[in-house]
């Protein structure tokens, strides 16, 4: 069996906890947004991370979920963290073309140009130019906010 490193040397996570965390990850990537909110409520923490970088948000952003992404928004979600590859919520959600989550997100205040490739230059790519306006006045907003 692999040891997953917790905190530090030594600290490793057992098979049960293993198990609980996959179904966890499962829930946001299937929608079940009332078990996956009860356990945020338990302690589960928001932000969890799988191997690969990807958040609860971000699953739950990718497979379009916007109950789930709403719920993880108000427990506190960073929707900004990037997975290992440097992909964002946001920037999956525009891959998608799911114009509710990305408006959930950016409510949020996502940052469209977070990431690599970040959501503005994915709208770019596939040519989704309304998108892209989009974003960019989300930008332009964050700017003057920030003046």
Known sequence: MTNHV???PGATLD?????????IFDMARDGDTAT???????????????TNGDTLVMLAAYHGHQAAVAALIERGADVDRHNNRGQ?????AVFKNDATTIELLLSAD???LAGSPSALETARFF??????RQLLQHIQQRRNENV
Do not use: C, M, Q, W
Request: charged content about 25%; hydrophobic content about 45%.
């Open 110 to 112: 996502a940052d469209p």
């Open 6 to 8: 917790v905190d530090g």
């Open 88 to 92: 964002t919520p946001l920037a999956g």
């Open 15 to 23: 098979a049960e906890v293993l198990d609980l965390a996959s179904r």
């Open 36 to 50: 996956l909110a009860a356990y945020l409520e338990a302690g589960v923490p928001v932000n969890l991370t799988n």
């Open 127 to 132: 040519e989704r130019e309304e998108l892209a």
